[in-house]
């Protein structure tokens, strides 16, 4: 597939793994994940899953990248995903998921090998914010109920030269949608990560 252009973001975009469909509406990006998509390394030694439709772009320095996120969710861990990706050992998403139990969550997990699994809370709503933000060699992942405050996620190293993305995963689905809007990117380094802003 070609470059993807993404308004007000600087740099092209580059399907890793395509999906089975996308659209760009407006400032809408929509990702079509297919069945038993996933990007997940089993700490238990199951074997390894890294078919996931992502869109990734090389975007350097202190930022912050932030989207509405919403999903149409049908099965147990159908997700959409911001994405930090720095090859096939190292990754760490920021997802909006549906857990066993039917709620969706902010969950994260970061990959160096082998992944781990965190679920933040429980979202009543049908759609969440979520932003990375690179700040020197860390990162950090934050959510909001209402595009305005912010809670921290997780605060990590993954280094500075990972790439950012997003991801639509339906690892034991027959496929799902995801629809990023409200893309913001800013080149500008966060000054506190539990301040709310």
Known sequence: ?????????????????????????????RIEAGPQ??????????????D??????RLDGDLQLSARVSVGFASTFDAGVLLLYAGEPAWAKLCFELSPDGRP????????????????????AEEIWLRIS???AASAFHAS???????LIRHFALGADAELGFLAQSPTGEG?????????????RLADLRSGV
């Open 1 to 29: 597939m070609t470059a993807v252009t993404l308004p007000g973001l600087p740099a092209a975009f580059r399907w890793d793994r395509e999906p089975a469909a996308f659209r760009l509406e407006g400032d809408a990006l």
């Open 37 to 50: 998509t996933d990007l997940f390394v089993d700490p238990q030694g199951a074997p390894a899953r890294l």
């Open 145 to 151: 109920q209402d595009g305005r405050r912010w809670e």
């Open 52 to 57: 996931a439709p992502r869109l990734l772009g």
């Open 176 to 188: 799902c949608s995801v629809t990023f809007d409200q893309i913001t990117f800013v080149q500008d």
């Open 105 to 124: 969550m902010v969950v994260s997990v970061v990959t160096r090998d082998l992944s781990d699994d965190a679920n933040a809370f429980a979202v009543e």
């Open 134 to 136: 690179r700040i020197g």
